[in-house]
Every structure is written in C-alpha cells, then in structure tokens.
C-alpha cells in the first residue's frame, strides 16, 4: 500500500513542522541581535542616536532637548540642527512636526512646531511633551531648496 505509506509520512511531517516553523521564524528575525543595525527600523531594536540622515538622504538632522534626560509630562523645547547631505546648514526651511508611539498607536498629545528660526541651520521646536514611558517616535518633515524629506527620530523613555 504505496499510498498509505506516503500519506502517514505526509501527516507525521504536518505534525512535526509547526514546532520547527516558529524557531526557525526566531531565529531568522533574532529581534533584540545584538548591536546590529536596523534595515528597516520599524520592527528591530530601534536607534536611538539623535543625529539621524533623513529618508531620502536629502538632510541630516540633529535633536538636542532642553530637558536632559527628557522626562514624562514636561514641556519642554527642543533644538533641530538641520544639514544638507553636503554638511551645509539649511536655511529657510519649512518644518512641520508629528510623532506618537508605534506600539500604543497613538500621536503626541501635543502639536510642537518650530517657532523660530536661529540661524546656522538651528530651529527652535516648542511644545515638545511626552505622557508615559516607552517607545517613542518624533518625525520632521523638511521642505527646503533641496526638496522635502522625513527624518525620524526614536526615543525610549
Ligand atoms: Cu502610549
């Protein structure tokens, strides 16, 4: 009986290959693999370094904050360095800002934007507030000559 034969070895391999699927699956992903870098950002351990290149390469942004270490349900300002990928400060840039938590699905619970511009590539970012621990995300978005680009900037508080 061929058949028989085949299909005991089919069910057998069906019930062996759910418990062999998911480590291969963790060990594929190794979310939290050590120091590596982050392709896509999203789903791996994120970087939390405060001067980030912007998506499409366009700027370089450095974050500095007023508050240091940031803490919960402060008001607090920030400072935006803004680059051009030639190491040139932006100037004259339009910067809107929103961010929130990946994890919690929601936004800031205020609306910060840049109030004034300093000079040297250096905007002024008031009305910067966090209200719980956790994983958080600020993204600018950046129009100037160069064009409009996003740098996102993660924050584990
Ligand atoms: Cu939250």
């Given at each position: 009986m061929p058949i028989r034969i085949t299909l005991s070895v089919l069910a057998i391999a069906l019930l062996v290959a759910p418990s062999l699927v998911p480590t291969a699956r963790a060990q594929d992903t190794g979310?939290?693999?050590?120091?590596a870098m982050p392709m896509?950002?999203?789903?791996?351990?994120?970087?939390?370094?405060?001067e980030r290149g912007s998506d499409a390469g366009l700027f370089v942004a450095r974050i500095s904050s007023g508050v240091e270490p940031i803490e919960i349900n402060r008001l607090h300002r920030w400072t935006l360095h803004v680059d051009g990928a030639d190491g040139e400060p932006v100037l004259g840039a339009v910067i809107t800002i929103d961010g929130g938590m990946p994890m919690h699905d929601h936004g800031l619970p205020t609306a910060p934007r840049?109030?004034?511009?300093?000079?040297?590539?250096d905007y002024l970012v008031e009305g910067m507030k966090f209200q719980m621990p956790g994983h958080w995300t600020v993204t600018f978005t950046i129009v100037a000559d160069g064009g409009e680009d996003r740098v996102t900037f993660d924050l584990m508080l």
């Amino acid at each position: 009986m061929p058949i028989r034969i085949t299909l005991s070895v089919l069910a057998i391999a069906l019930l062996v290959a759910p418990s062999l699927v998911p480590t291969a699956r963790a060990q594929d992903t190794g979310m939290p693999a050590g120091h590596a870098m982050p392709m896509t950002g999203k789903t791996a351990a994120p970087d939390l370094s405060r001067e980030r290149g912007s998506d499409a390469g366009l700027f370089v942004a450095r974050i500095s904050s007023g508050v240091e270490p940031i803490e919960i349900n402060r008001l607090h300002r920030w400072t935006l360095h803004v680059d051009g990928a030639d190491g040139e400060p932006v100037l004259g840039a339009v910067i809107t800002i929103d961010g929130g938590m990946p994890m919690h699905d929601h936004g800031l619970p205020t609306a910060p934007r840049v109030t004034e511009e300093r000079g040297g590539g250096d905007y002024l970012v008031e009305g910067m507030k966090f209200q719980m621990p956790g994983h958080w995300t600020v993204t600018f978005t950046i129009v100037a000559d160069g064009g409009e680009d996003r740098v996102t900037f993660d924050l584990m508080l």
